[in-house]
């Protein structure tokens, strides 16, 4: 007897699929294993295929009752479903992989025989979000160096003014010299402090990569 054709497309489909998708049965035994789960998890189906989900996919128990908490509960999609959950798992080097978990638990004549779950990875997403906080703090960093530039520039070169003319007009012998060269030296310090702010407030950016910029650090 040939294959019935709706299961040959059903796995011509899972194959096909840019998703990982694990099927589990009532114990946690995985059943189904695509090729997205292969590359995803860099574990051959052959490895996967009858083992526990828990040491497969999540490497501990407590993040494999959490996600089952979930799919129990009515708090994303609904009671026996999982929509967008993220959930932490273990790839085959130990590896931490963030996913984006659906699942979906299977009934037959009303009685509960499984679970399906697709998911996909979230690290470029994560890294592209982490990226955009990191350019957001950089933004808020050099708006408040913008900030102390332009509050502290004119008063500046008023004590570079005065301590110049006050170190023109100490002469050499006097007891308070070494006390004004301190002040001047000082002053001049400050101003080259401020000038380095001033450089990264303002950079130049050079080209990285395809798309991207990157702040030219160079003097």
Known sequence: MGQDPGQDMARKLMDLCPSGIIGVDRQGRINIFNPAAERLTGRQASQALGQDVVSIIYGHAAEARRIKKLLYSEELGGRGRLEGAEATGLNAQGQPLAISLWAFILYEQGAEVGSVGYFYDLSPQKRAEEARLAQEKMKAILEMAGAILHHLSQPLQVLIGD???LLAETPQESPVRESV??????????GAVLDKIRRVSSPATTAYGRQGRIVDLKD
């Open 163 to 165: 301590a110049s003319l």
């Open 181 to 190: 060269e301190a002040i001047s030296q000082g002053v001049s310090e400050v």
